[in-house]
T-cell receptor
Framework: KAGVTQTPRYLIKTRGQQVTLSCSPI?????VSWYQQTPGQGLQFLFE???????NKGNFPGRFSGRQFSNSRSEMNVSTLELGDSALYLC?????????????FGPGTRLTVT | AQSVTQPDIHITVSEGASLELRCNYS??????LFWYVQSPGQGLQLLLK??????LVQGIKGFEAEFKRSQSSFNLRKPSVHWSDAAEYFC?????????FGAGTILRVKS
């Protein structure tokens, strides 16, 4: 069974631009979560989607948004990029929402903002 | 608020030696606890999890962890470390469907 895939793997953007990252969950998984990983802040929860609905959101500004499609694939968007948005963005999928369901992570998208 | 503390930022062990990585959590109810490993440039791989029941849980790659409620700890152990175990290790607690992670411990293995 294929794992979680994320595209693109690497991105370089300029301040003020916007970016869209994509995540395809493991087949059969319906819940997708996004995390941001930086050296200073570590791993932080961005948001979680299930059945095309955002169920949970972390403490990030409104520039960070996401969506989920009917096939469970998810995208996240960051508008008006700032230098501090440079990070590894990780997507995780699970069978269903709830902490008893294991989350499986993709390899991440490395975003560099210049 | 839920939190996870990994007191050791870096740990260096010799190949073949035993390993223990510490994790302390703060959580009001019965915690769902996880250990993940991240190799450079990679995502996170689940090593093991604790939901309930036996407090000693076995994971992949020869790792185990013990849940101690009285100490609010979930330490990761391995009896004999291999050079390929060099990576960063994260302890996490489940809160709803989000994971709250510790800051991570970087494991270096010396030959």
């Amino acid at each position: 069974k294929a794992g979680v895939t994320q595209t693109p793997r690497y991105l370089i953007k300029t301040r003020g631009q916007q970016v869209t990252l994509s995540c395809s969950p493991i087949s059969g998984h319906r819940s997708v979560s996004w995390y941001q990983q930086t050296p200073g802040q570590g791993l932080q929860f961005l948001f979680e989607y299930f059945s095309e609905t955002q169920r949970n959101k972390g403490n990030f500004p409104g520039r960070f948004s996401g969506r989920q499609f009917s096939n469970s694939r998810s995208e996240m968007n960051v508008s008006t990029l700032e230098l501090g948005d440079s990070a590894l963005y990780l997507c995780a999928s699970s069978l269903s929402p709830g902490q008893s369901y294991e989350q499986y992570f993709g390899p991440g998208t490395r975003l560099t903002v210049t | 608020a839920q939190s996870v503390t990994q007191p050791d930022i870096h740990i260096t062990v010799s190949e073949g030696a035993s390993l223990e990585l510490r994790c302390n959590y703060s959580y009001g109810a019965t915690p769902y606890l996880f250990w993940y490993v991240q190799s450079p440039g990679q995502g996170l791989q689940l090593l093991l999890k604790y939901f309930s029941g036996d407090t000693l849980v076995q994971g992949i790659k020869g790792f185990e962890a013990e849940f101690k409620r009285s100490q609010s700890s979930f330490n990761l152990r391995k009896p004999s470390v291999h050079w390929s175990d060099a990576a960063e290790y994260f302890c996490a607690v489940g809160n709803g469907n989000k994971l709250v992670f510790g800051a991570g411990t970087i494991l270096r293995v010396k030959s």
